[in-house]
């Protein structure tokens, strides 16, 4: 059972949450089952299922900490439209489900090992329809621009912390998405140097 003492609170989220939902208004279907893949406190998926109780949203994170901290949320708002929380793994080839409408996945790719990212496009382009979005929002380096000031630190402390962490270069998540079918629809600047980076997975060739 799900206790309100579980609930964790991630100050970023707080501030985050209400940009996201504005362009996820603009990405994601009419209905159907939106994933999140590492959603952490739980914290964004239930002010997103709040705004937009059309879709079904399901919840995941392999830590089990987050996940007890997801269903506390889901609890205590009382929301009926978002599933239990999911052990998934990016990294896994065997994910708990094999089909959803539309993907989202914030804050994970630069905090995770890059086979992660590899593992999150992999899921993506098995699980997607064609036309589905993939939704990612973080901070990116982009070959085109130098970095922020405060992205640069970020990246560093990220590094020390993990060599295999750090801000990950746009065009290599998007060579990355393309080897899975997921091509990139749009990008768009968004509060404190992150970016939404939008993908969809692309039409069978006929
Ligand atoms: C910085 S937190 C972001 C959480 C939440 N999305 C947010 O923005 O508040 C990173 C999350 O990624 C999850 N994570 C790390 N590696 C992962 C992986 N390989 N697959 C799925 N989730 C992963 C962690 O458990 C953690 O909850």
């Given at each position: 059972?799900?206790?309100?003492?579980?609930?964790?609170?991630?100050?970023?989220a707080a501030r985050n949450r209400e940009p996201i939902l504005r362009a996820l208004r603009f990405i994601l279907?009419?209905?159907?089952?939106?994933?999140?893949?590492?959603?952490?406190?739980g914290e964004h998926i239930v002010h997103?299922?709040?705004?937009?109780?059309?879709?079904?949203?399901?919840?995941?994170?392999?830590?089990?900490?987050?996940?007890?901290?997801?269903?506390?949320?889901i609890t205590s708002e009382g929301l009926g439209n978002v599933l239990p929380p999911l052990d998934l793994?990016?990294?896994?080839?065997s994910w708990p489900l094999d089909h959803a409408a539309a993907l989202v996945c914030i804050n994970m790719i630069h905090i995770s090992p890059w086979v992660a990212t590899e593992g999150l496009m992999e899921g993506a382009g098995r699980i997607?329809?064609?036309?589905?979005?993939?939704?990612?929002?973080?901070p990116f380096r982009q070959a085109a621009r130098s970095i922020e000031p405060s992205n640069a630190a970020f990246d560093t402390d990220l590094r020390h912390r993990d060599p295999r962490w750090g801000l990950r270069?746009?065009?290599?998540?998007?060579?990355?998405a393309a080897m899975h079918s997921l091509r990139l629809d749009?990008?768009?600047?968004?509060?404190?140097?992150?970016?939404?980076?939008?993908?969809?997975k692309a039409l069978p060739l006929s």
């Open positions: 059972m799900s206790r309100d003492e579980d609930r964790q609170f991630a100050p970023a279907p009419a209905s159907g089952l939106v994933l999140e893949v590492a959603s952490g406190t997103f299922a709040k705004a937009m109780p059309m879709l079904t949203w399901q919840p995941s994170d392999p830590s089990p900490g987050a996940r007890r901290s997801i269903a506390a949320w793994d990016a990294m896994s080839d997607l329809d064609a036309g589905a979005p993939l939704y990612l929002y973080g270069e746009l065009a290599e998540v998007t060579a990355c749009r990008v768009v600047d968004m509060p404190a140097n992150n970016l939404s980076v939008v993908f969809r």
